[in-house]
Every structure is written in structure tokens, then in C-alpha cells.
């Protein structure tokens, strides 16, 4: 343990780095919070028509977020075993279908379908790491396709995919080419975001880490009422805002359920309610 003042106990002074230990009521509280971002830049696109800037800002932050608790509960022991890689992948895939035709009415896609939205993204990670995780020459040849194919079709193309081996490698062995490859996949989140907010997911993970609050798993029967949340719609909405709206809702509905599926699946361990990446 790191004692303040010693520096023969700090890991990084002995040339290692920290293994990254996070309790599960601080991942519950990450989630909640990347849903709240996400909700309120679907809010601003949508209905604001992206007028608000505070909004779109807090909206970069929520990918870095949902990544990084899909990629932390995946590094934990025995995920191929218990099966959590195929689940998540299928809940994933299986969700991405219902929501892209949404997603393309929605509009605002850089050209047709394109690119696929973010289930697909969560999607690539865990098949990417699935593949990796079999530690075969095959499997790391697989993950290298998945890698460059999948991270030109989806959300946020190869640099989601990036961050998202990047925290699956170093929670399972903690290394500077794990923290260099985050590094690089959040410098292409400056790129594709046009801003520099997907940085504040960093600080938010960190201070997660070392937090430990009592926070239950997110039960499906709340995200179910979120069609029927009053003060979204305007009082007199317009015609186009009238179909806009629904659709919105729907999306927002299937995306929160599929990512309490997709991110939940590790049950806790250890006595202290914290889950290390071995």
C-alpha cells in the first residue's frame, strides 16, 4: 500500500506501475454517470438541435466511460470461462440491429448507415478481446482483423477500440505501452470529437478507483419509465419534433438497457466489494 510521504512504497518510484482496483459500487456510480452525459447529448442533438455547447461537451466523456467498465469487468479472472465474452457480444450485436434503424432516422450520420452506432462499437472490443484472451497466434492474428475492419465502420472508429485494449491490457498487466496506447486512443478522440472533454474520463476513473460507495447494481424496471418521463417534450412541438422525440426516447430507452447488460454481468468479489484485474 502507497503510504503519502514514502517513496520506497510508491509503485511507480520502485518502476511498476499500480494495478488499477476498482470496487463495484464505484463502477455502478461511472455507469450512472456515462448515462446521464449520454442522455443529455442525445437531449442537445436532438431536441436543442446542438445549440447547447455544455452539453455536447459533457457528452464526450461518456464513451471513455462506457469503455472503460466494459473493458475493466472483461479483464477480470475467467470472463471466457463464465461466458461473459459471448453473452455481451450477442446482447450487444443483438441490440445494435433493433437501434440502427432508429439510429438512421434519427439522422445527423455521416453518410447513410455509416458509421454503425455505438453498440456495434462495444461490441468490436469484446470481440477483439474474446480473441485475444485465447492467447493462440490465431486469435491475435483474428483481433488484429476485427481491429482494422470493425474500427472503420463503427462509432468513434479505431480509437474506442484502441482505449478499449488499452484498459483490458493494463488491468491484466499493468505496463507504460498499455498507458502510451491510451494515450494515443484519447489523442484520436481530440480528432474525432473536435475537443479535448473525452480527457476528463481519466480523472474520473481514477478517483473511482479509490472510492468505494454503496451504489446497487441498476435495476431494468427504471429505465423502462424513461419513455414516459415527463418535461422532455416541448409544450407545442412541431410536427418533425413530434416523430423526433419518440424516436429519441426509444434510443435512449434500448441503449441504457443494453448497456446495464453488457456492463453488469461480473458478479462482485472480494469481501471489501472490490474487484482487482489480475
Partial sequence: MYIPGSSTDCPIARGTLPRLITADGALEAVKWLALFLMTGDHINKYLFNGTKEWLFDGGRIAMPLFVFVLAYNLARPGPMVRGAYHRTVWRLVVIGCFTMPVFVALGGLVAGWWPLNIMFTLAAICGMLML???????????????????????????????????????????????????????????????????????????????????????????????????????????????????????????????????????????????????
Fill in 132 to 278: 485475444l484472451d485465447r492467447g493462440t497466434l490465431t486469435g491475435q492474428v483474428c483481433a488484429a482483423g476485427v481491429f482494422l475492419a470493425a474500427g472503420a465502420l463503427v462509432e468513434f472508429l479505431w480509437s474506442a477500440l484502441a482505449l478499449g485494449l488499452a484498459i483490458w491490457l493494463y488491468c491484466r498487466h499493468p505496463s507504460w505501452c498499455a498507458v502510451g496506447l491510451a494515450a494515443a486512443a484519447l489523442a484520436g478522440f481530440w480528432y474525432i470529437n473536435g475537443n479535448h472533454w473525452a480527457l476528463v474520463a481519466v480523472p474520473i476513473a481514477l478517483v473511482a478507483s479509490g472510492a468505494n460507495p454503496n451504489i446497487p447494481r441498476m435495476p431494468l424496471g427504471l429505465l423502462l419509465l424513461l419513455p414516459r418521463a415527463p418535461g422532455l417534450a416541448p409544450a407545442d412541438p412541431d410536427p418533425d419534433k413530434r416523430i423526433g422525440i419518440p424516436l429519441l426516447l426509444t434510443e435512449n430507452c434500448m441503449q441504457k438497457s443494453i448497456h446495464l447488460l453488457a456492463l453488469s454481468f461480473a458478479p462482485p468479489t472480494t469481501e471489501q466489494g472490490k474487484s482487482q484485474c489480475k
